[in-house]
């Protein structure tokens, strides 16, 4: 229940894991009711904000919300169509100027 006595919706819960050493663990997990890209971009941007290098390589579900939010925080690419455009353009070996 919120403060207000009113029941809430869904609740996600984001992580963030590391592994090092062999050794897996959290580096950073929000709690939310929102599952959309604005929402998880803007909390991504947030933990980089400490400081933090961004990740080589991640790995994640399928969720749109989730990879739109990843490519937008951690890549120079505004949307996840023009990132998977490039990517397809890479594997195809086609001239772009984007990239």
Same mark, same amino acid.
Not at 46 to 63: A, H, N, Y
Not at 81 to 92: P, R, V
């Given at each position: 229940?919120?403060?207000?006595? /009113?029941?809430?919706?869904?609740?996600? +819960?984001?992580?963030?894991?590391?592994?090092? #050493?062999?050794?897996?663990?959290?580096?950073?997990?929000?709690?939310?009711? *929102?599952?959309?890209?604005?929402?998880?971009?803007?909390?991504?941007?947030?933990?980089?904000?400490?400081?933090?290098?961004?990740?080589?390589?991640?790995?994640?579900? *399928?969720?749109?919300?989730?990879?739109?939010?990843?490519?937008?925080?951690?890549? *120079? #690419?505004?949307?996840?169509?023009?990132? +998977?455009?490039?990517?397809?353009?890479?594997?195809?070996?086609? /001239?772009?100027? /984007?990239?």
């Amino acid at each position: 229940k919120r403060p207000d006595n /009113n029941l809430s919706s869904h609740l996600f +819960l984001y992580e963030g894991v590391m592994e090092a #050493y062999g050794k897996s663990f959290t580096v950073l997990s929000m709690i939310s009711e *929102q599952h959309d890209t604005l929402s998880i971009c803007m909390w991504l941007k947030r933990w980089l904000k400490c400081g933090v290098k961004i990740p080589k390589m991640v790995v994640s579900d *399928q969720s749109l919300a989730l990879m739109s939010a990843l490519v937008q925080s951690f890549t *120079q #690419y505004d949307s996840l169509e023009n990132y +998977l455009i490039t990517c397809f353009q890479i594997i195809m070996n086609t /001239n772009s100027n /984007n990239l």
